[in-house]
């Protein structure tokens, strides 16, 4: 099993039943283990500001999956949970992204880890640090 950290956004709808939609689903696939969750933070915004708070939060899990597998159970998810593509940070019912696989770095069209703006977001350091 590797550790990843997920980290888990919302701003539209009822956010915290998105969130929990999110967490539901991921628990139910098998060859996951969620270990650890963050308290959800409300924050601002980040690139397009104009749109609603977000809420916020980190999970940590154990899992068998490969990086590129995780992604792709994790968009299945938001799309289960009715996340719609709309543009680049704009508002979104729920957001699942991998911010770390292990002590992996990788870096493709899909998927570059760790998350390349993480240590730059308050929104998923502070959480983080709960976790560690």
């Known amino acids: 099993m590797v550790r990843a950290y997920i980290g888990v956004g919302s701003n539209l709808g009822n956010k915290k039943k998105n969130i929990f939609c999110a967490l539901e689903l991921l628990n139910q696939i098998k060859e996951e283990e969620i270990s650890q969750c963050s308290s959800i933070y409300k ?12 809420f916020n939060a980190v999970w940590k899990i154990e899992t068998t999956l490969k990086p590129l597998k995780l992604l792709g159970v994790l968009k299945n998810i938001e799309k289960k949970c009715g996340r719609k593509k709309t543009f680049r940070w704009g508002p979104r019912i729920i957001d699942l992204d991998i911010l770390t696989y292990g002590d992996k770095k990788i870096k493709t069209k899909k998927l570059t ?16 640090k709960e976790l560690k």
């Open 43 to 54: 924050t601002k915004p980040v690139g397009y500001l104009n749109q609603p708070d977000f």
């Open 113 to 128: 880890i760790p998350h390349p703006e993480m240590r730059k977001r308050d929104f998923v350091m502070e959480p983080l």
